[in-house]
């Protein structure tokens, strides 16, 4: 476990103030704006998806009236690993951890009576995210909402998928080819959309310390924005619209030094490695999300503290956009109450605790100054090693990055299971007593339901529009044109997901992962 110790008289020619510029300045140690949230809160996203799209469009609409500010949507796992409900694979997963999509026409419901022109969206989702993001936009086009008006982001970041997730599908170098498709696309056709939310989350949910995290997630970046130049972009065309996604831990001031931290490298990568000269390229926006991972089954209530505790570290650290967890998500998806608790959280810190008030609150601090400078470091460290391996791709290839991850999340589990790391109500305060709290349930006949309309929806379609649109992507494909033209008339045509994924699979091939011991 890091443990940091700092006092002003072990350096006394350290002075913080002489090393940080203004909010707003590069290298935006102090936050990517003069103001910050002076002149506007970070964006309430709450997270939400489960069952059908007429189930999480209610949701929404609950969320949007009680002041959620963006909506953020989970998919569940055959929308994220390219598999239509009706896949034998799929039985028992259909609309579980996220909203089953299998088409259009699951869109459109999704959406329903939600005016795109006036919300942004997140989606999180990876694989399969070029056939999501068209359906976004045939439903704004649909509803009279240009593709150059819409706002929002795709998760997209297929290399934390290899490294710590594994929803991917392809071979990486077909997945980067899908990416810098993307970006290539929305440079010209979606200029307010965020085609990348490059993640950390996952990597550090999977185990990885604070300084993994930022390292593997910038590795990552990097390998994006080589292979976006290699495609022959320009770094400043595509760059502004790159995004990251961190979570939020409970060790408030590692979090908070961590933000600052990540700012500076970005800053730094984009203008000295990649020679950017937007200072909007090497602006790091990023969403945060409190940690999953520190959220325990046994006395649940305690996870309003964690939440509220990683919320503000996210507040301070300078965050773009915010989903808090709700108390109820070690045990299950969480119900109504428990997300609006989730979304009150927030909006307490932004309306009663008078953060926002202030640009930068711990700027200047000597341990907050010191403990930036020092994440910065072991960062930089590692990103030299990942170099002398020939980059994020060839890493995870090796399975560097993921044997990195599994021996931190060993040596975590160890210090929880000897005491030496505590854990409230887990291995020290243990209260036996079982605490019941009403937990959201999945109706089962869901995966049913949405087998028939999915049949349903084959029957009354064009399907020989379908086969063409499909025959013109895998052509398409096995050449190097732009795929997601060819993605979006698949999708408009109402191929599902399914499809166009195995239309894809059988060019591209599927990944194996190495093993790794």
Known sequence: MNKYVFKPEDNPDFDPASKLSAPGEYPFTRGIHRQMYRSKLWTMRQYAGFGSAEETNERFAYLLANGQTGLSVAFDLPTQ???????PLCAGEVGRTGVAIDSLEDMERLFAGIDLAKVSTSMTINSTSAILLCMYRAVGGKQGVEGKKLRGTIQNDILKEYEARNTYIFPPAASMRLITDIFSFCSAEMPLWNTISISGYHIREAGATAQQELAFTFANACEYVKAAMKAGMEVDTFAPQLSFFFVAQ???FEEIAKFRAARRLWAKIMKERFRARNPKSMMLRFHVQTAGSSLTSQQPDNNLVRTTIEAMAAVLGGAQSLHTNSKDEALSLPSPQAALTALRTQQIIGFETGLGNIVDPVGGSY????????????????????????????????????KEIQESAYRYHQAVESGERIIVGVNKFIDNKEEEIPLLKIDQTIEVRQIERLSKLKQRRDNKRVEMCLKGLAHAASLSDNLIPFIAEAAESYATVGEISDTLRQVFGKFRPPVTL
């Not at 072991?378 to 002398?388: F, G, H, R």
Request: glycine share 8%; no cysteine; hydrophobic share 35%.
């Open 81 to 87: 690993m390219g598999l239509d409900s009706d896949n």
């Open 367 to 402: 341990f907050i100054e010191s403990l930036t400078d020092s994440i910065e470091k072991e960062v930089e460290t590692y990103l030299k090693t990942i170099d002398s391996l020939g980059g994020a791709i060839a890493a995870v290839e090796s399975g560097y990055i993921q």
């Open 250 to 252: 409970s060790n408030l």
